[in-house]
């Protein structure tokens, strides 16, 4: 790696939700792969969607892959929010890719290696620059090779990596106390809360894992303004 390279993984681009790159000292450090997990209505659409369109503001190219819903469903539910999401998938800054129906027309099981295939193919004929695949945790059910799991996404990362885009995969929650594949392989970890406390529901962030960054792990407030996500500097309780 030339020094060029090495200083350019000081460099950090803006996540898009309000508070959050201040927490990270500046933002993410870019071509990376990041992991958002949370469980049911914790937010990790809408992170998703506020990283492509902070990226489509700056003139970067995202893609948003899906599995399960629809992609005109995200973009209506994504309206409800201060993002123009309309204007900037009109001007082709942000593609959504609906995997889920190409995968479920085939009517058949996939390797591993095929899916993450259509991937990278799909982000380098787009040229994007953020990527984000929603979710993860649903492409489990359209492989068959569950085994080599572990490989094909190490393998996967690398290639992602090397293309120069920034990746925020999401998952599902499955088990808190079993950390799957994708926390150990990716760059970093966000970790999307909501628990009732004094039959209250509390919203909060936090940072996992972060390779190469120091940064507070402990749990922040966050709120869904007009403008998505926001995260706070204090404790959510
Ligand atoms: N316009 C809005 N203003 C405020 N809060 C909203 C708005 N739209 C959605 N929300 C909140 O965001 C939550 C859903 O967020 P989102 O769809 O990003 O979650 P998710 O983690 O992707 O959910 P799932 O696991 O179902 O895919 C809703 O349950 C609601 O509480
Ligand atoms: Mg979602």
Redesign the pocket.
């Given at each position: 790696m030339y020094v060029g390279e090495l200083l350019k993984s000081l460099d950090r681009i803006s996540t898009g939700v309000e508070g959050l790159d201040d927490l990270l000292g500046g933002g993410l450090p870019p071509e990376r792969v990041y992991l958002v997990v949370?469980?049911?209505?914790?937010?990790?659409?809408?992170?998703?969607?506020q990283f492509l369109v902070e990226g489509a503001r700056g003139n970067e190219k995202g893609v948003f892959v899906t599995l399960f819903?629809s992609p005109e469903v995200i973009m209506r539910?994504m309206l409800?929010?201060n993002f123009g999401i309309l204007e900037h998938v009109k001007s082709g800054r942000i593609v959504f890719y609906d995997l889920g129906r190409m995968l479920l027309s085939a009517d058949r099981d996939f390797t591993w290696d095929e899916i993450f295939t259509v991937i990278l193919e799909l982000i380098r004929r787009e040229g994007a620059k953020r990527v984000v695949i929603?979710?993860f945790s649903l492409l489990e059910s359209f492989v068959k090779d569950s085994i080599g799991k572990k490989k094909a996404l190490g393998k996967f990362m690398r290639r992602l990596r090397s293309l120069k885009v920034t990746t925020l995969i999401?998952s599902?929650m499955l088990s808190s106390d079993k950390y799957t594949d994708e926390y150990y392989l990716s760059d970093g970890v966000f970790v999307?809360h909501h628990f009732l406390r004094n039959y209250q529901m509390v919203?909060a962030l936090q940072i996992l894992k972060m390779r190469g960054l120091p940064h507070d792990s402990n749990l922040k407030k966050i709120s869904?303004?007009?403008d998505g996500?926001k995260v706070y500097r204090e404790a959510p309780i």
């Open positions: 949370g469980p049911p209505g914790s937010g990790k659409t809408t992170f998703g969607v819903e539910d409800r929010y929603d979710s999401l599902e999307l919203r869904f303004t007009a996500i």
